[in-house]
């Protein structure tokens, strides 16, 4: 059987940077890491691959598409790949953990923000300014998505199908995500024009690479060393939430944050916004820690800090945890739960790159994979789309009715009770995006600002 890779590929050398440069490198490119994913990667592109020629176009691009088909934060993953292409797993987890580390600072000193000042008259409104933004921003991210992915017939179909399962018949997201996969690869084989394959890989400019897009790293795959990364990572990923469990009970909040969102970083295909509205109905429906209001604001404050937006689950447990904290102070107990979350959440993104790169610098162009991701891309853009329904609905109107159907899942909003402040700053926003093309910062800037003077002056913004 032929294979991608090269017969007898030469090894790269067990630090082809210095670790120290590396990571002054990626220190500075996590505080950049604004505006979500496409302009994570984009910071990446340029510092690794267009200034410092550390790494090729192709290569970059080969582990980019390796992460998107991971559960997870595609850009920090990322970053875990580069890391470790350059430095091994130490460079990996540098490279990994330095990417969120400035936005779990950030999230936790808003997120207090927020509950000590959060029902004041003008932090309030500031709050209430960015989440009509933020359906914005999430129509942005539906179009952004839906250009780059539906680019046949049976790929709209799949969109349509996840966005109707969801909203109407709320289908469990990782369902929509496995069956969106098979459906994938199924169109790949019997119908191969029904799923057009990716753009293929741009050729270099400039010197040649330190990492040559045709070496293979010297760390190669092995059964032992899988063995080795899996149980030191479950072991890893599970010992907080083994102690939360041992030392507060099963019902405790913590143990509910540690296993919901432990599940929840397996089934994050897509993105920050194709998961959020399974977070969002789980946190606010099942478990109420938060109000659904509450859940657009965190993603507002997401967006205004550094690193992956699926930081916004640090808001989730925060509140959470500071509303139900037990036997402990709220404040204590608020942070404990941030703390906690944040680390099941991302502490399996480093076990899935570790686990997978060496078996991935074997594999160049697997169809199968390609396939499969494309059918799961398709997909991402009903989530989205579906996401952005949820907080347009509980963003835009006071109140929602239910439909009374046994099998539709339906929630639609009370049209005798719109929020017209909310619906003019969406407007602005949706302006400054489409048609201004403003970044997304100075956009929620421009909103929160809007809706401060909308609150001062007696107008009703929540």
């Known amino acids: 059987m032929p294979s991608d890779a090269p017969a007898s590929p030469p090894a790269t050398p067990g630090e082809t940077v210095p670790l120290r440069t590396a990571t002054r490198a990626w220190f500075l490119i996590s505080l950049q890491t604004f505006g979500g994913p496409a302009g994570q990667i984009a910071v990446m592109q340029r510092t690794l691959v267009d200034e410092q020629r550390w790494i090729g176009q192709r ?30 797993v130490r460079g990996g987890l540098i490279a990994g953990g330095l990417f969120v580390l400035p936005g779990v600072v950030a999230l936790l000193a808003l997120s207090g923000v927020y509950v000590a000042y959060g029902d004041t008259t003008a932090v309030g409104a500031v709050f209430a300014g960015l989440a009509p933004a933020v359906v914005a921003i999430v129509v942005q991210a539906v179009v952004r998505v839906a250009k780059r992915a539906l680019n046949s017939t049976a790929l709209v179909a799949i969109a349509v199908a996840a966005f109707l399962a969801l909203a109407l018949f709320g289908v469990p997201f990782p369902v929509v995500v496995a069956l969106a996969g098979v459906a994938g690869w199924a169109l790949a084989r019997r119908r191969p024009g029904s799923v057009p394959e990716g753009p293929t890989d741009s050729a270099d400019d400039g010197p040649a690479p330190v990492i040559s897009d045709d070496v293979l790293h010297t760390e190669r795959p092995s059964t032992r060393r899988s063995v080795r990364v899996l149980v030191i990572g479950l ?80 808001f989730v447990a925060f509140l959470g945890a500071y509303r139900d904290p037990g036997s402990l102070d709220p404040w204590v107990a608020a942070v404990l739960g941030s703390f906690l979350v944040v680390w099941v959440t991302f502490v399996p993104s480093f076990l899935f790159v570790l686990l997978g790169a060496p078996y991935m610098e074997r594999l160049r162009g697997n169809r199968s994979l ?93």
């Open 59 to 88: 290569r970059f691009l080969h582990a980019m598409n390796y992460c998107m088909l991971l559960p997870g934060p595609e850009a920090q993953q990322l970053a875990t790949y580069v890391g470790w292409l350059l430095n091994g």
């Open 235 to 314: 072991l890893v990923w599970s010992a907080p939430v083994l102690a939360v469990l041992l030392l507060t009970g099963r019902d405790s909040v913590f143990a509910q944050q540690g296993l919901f969102f432990s599940g929840a970083a397996v089934v994050t295909f897509g993105g920050a916004y194709a998961v959020l509205a399974y977070v969002a109905q789980q946190a606010v429906q099942v478990y109420g820690w938060l109000a659904p209001g509450e859940m657009v604001r965190g993603l507002a404050l997401a967006e205004t800090t550094p690193g992956p937006l699926i930081m916004v689950v640090q």
């Open 370 to 462: 390609s396939a499969a991701l494309t059918g799961i891309t398709a997909a991402v853009v009903g989530v989205i789309a579906n996401l952005g329904l949820y907080f347009a609905v509980h963003t835009l109107f006071r109140d929602t009715v239910s439909v009374d159907a046994s099998v539709l899942a339906l929630e639609l909003p009370d049209l005798t009770e719109p929020r017209w402040v909310a619906f003019a700053i969406a407007a602005v926003a949706a302006v400054l995006l489409f048609r201004v093309k403003w970044s997304v910062l100075r956009t929620l800037g421009v909103c929160a600002a809007l809706g401060l003077v909308a609150g001062l002056a007696g107008l009703p913004v929540g």
